[in-house]
């Protein structure tokens, strides 16, 4: 079951274009995109796919369309699209903020490890615990899962000069191994069913409500050349 809408038409370089989104229902699965202005060579004036994500309020809106309808439109497009693909269970969906952002930092080696480290391999006399610094080294900037905030081992080589600090990224909590970050959710089993989130698709039933919603919105008042 397929639908194609048109809330509205947006401003875009002082001409409005109109919005087109299509709703399909297949499978019990909810699929929702959209395209700003589109022409029949396959382009478009604006965005086109899951616009949702930057989207802002239409400057005119089409018949049977307006604000309140606009905004549950969106809330219903961001709440249930590919309603087939949740990474977390029903407790954890519902307890976890897993969009909280994170910085994660890269540690790299010193200058100092660069050198000590060709110096020993051309046969200097290592340091003291030079294994043990190397083991931490490689620990903590070479492992897949590695820590990416400081921990006191982390501390202790910046301070001795070791490893230095590099870029720095934000990444969200359901994106983030516990390993990285200790507020990461990643592969984390829930308290109450011990599923670890993201470790499979799930799927979520979209309530019937919303999909009679949906299908009762005014068809597109004109045909688009593509959705």
């Known amino acids: ?32 995109s959209g395209v700003e ?3 029949r060579n396959g ?19 089409a018949q049977g369309w307006d604000a309140k309808k606009e905004a549950r ?5 961001r709440r249930w699209h590919l309603n087939d693909m949740r ?3 029903e407790h954890q969906r519902s307890e976890w903020n897993t969009s909280e952002e994170l910085s994660l930092k890269e540690y790299k080696w010193s200058t100092k490890y660069h050198q000590t480290r060709w110096a020993v391999a051309n046969g200097e006399p290592p340091p003291e615990n030079w294994q043990e610094i190397s083991r931490q080294v490689l620990e903590n900037t070479t492992n897949p899962g590695r820590a990416r905030f400081e921990t006191p081992e ?7 000069g070791w490893i230095e600090e590099g870029m720095t990224e934000t990444k969200t909590a359901g994106w983030t191994y516990p390993s990285e970050h200790p507020e990461g959710l990643l592969t984390k089993p829930c308290p109450v069913c011990g599923y670890k989130y993201g470790s499979a698709w799930l799927k979520e039933d979209v309530p019937a409500d919303v999909i009679d919603w949906l299908f009762n919105l005014p068809a597109a008042e004109k045909i688009a050349a593509w959705v």
Do not use: H, T
């Not at 439109?73 to 497009?77: A, H, K, Q």
């Not at 982390?154 to 001795?160: V, Y």
């Open 73 to 77: 439109f969106l809330e219903i497009w």
């Open 43 to 61: 382009n478009c004036k604006g965005s086109c796919g899951q616009i949702e994500m930057s989207w802002e309020p239409l400057d005119k809106y």
């Open 1 to 32: 079951m397929k639908k194609v809408v048109m809330p509205g038409w947006r401003k875009i370089e002082e001409k409005l274009y109109p919005v087109f989104c299509e709703i399909e229902w297949e499978d019990n699965k909810l699929s929702i």
């Open 87 to 89: 990474a977390g269970c």
């Open 37 to 39: 202005g589109p022409f």
């Open 154 to 160: 982390i501390r202790a080589l910046l301070d001795a």
